[in-house]
């Protein structure tokens, strides 16, 4: 089976090296010092701390994992992958006007990795994704949703 491409901008990809040698570096050490240290309590049996802080190594180990994945496959957005400015590509930040309640959104479009819709990164693999990739200022895109049908209109795309 072949693993998935990740884009990531370059941002993106300096957070989840960033992340990565955090966990390594820190996050075990200070995990393995609070197993060291419940097991000081003597019985693990009923130690709720020891408990605690295995699974926070479980969650450490797994992350590490999937970060390491991630990177192995990642292949980096360049600034110089889309000569063509006015085309909504990865990396680019897209203004969208709602047609029906007239709001006005700013993404950026990310690859999975990285989108995050609480810093207003959207994935290319998401059906907003999906409708813009391609398009140029002045499109007017559909998204399919489970209440139907929503409209926008590209206003811009920019770096």
Known sequence: MVDKEVLLTPEGLKK?????????SVKRREVAERISAALEFGDISENSEYDDAKNEQAFIEGRILTLEKLLRNARLIEEDDDLDETVVSLGKRITLKDLETSDIFEYRLVGSA?????????????????????????AIVEVEVLDGTLQYEILKVAR
């Open 16 to 24: 989840l090296e960033t992340e990565l040698d955090t966990l390594k």
């Open 114 to 138: 990285e989108a995050d819709p609480a810093e207003a990164k959207i994935s290319n693999e998401s059906p907003v994704g999906q409708a813009i990739m391609g398009k140029t200022s002045g």
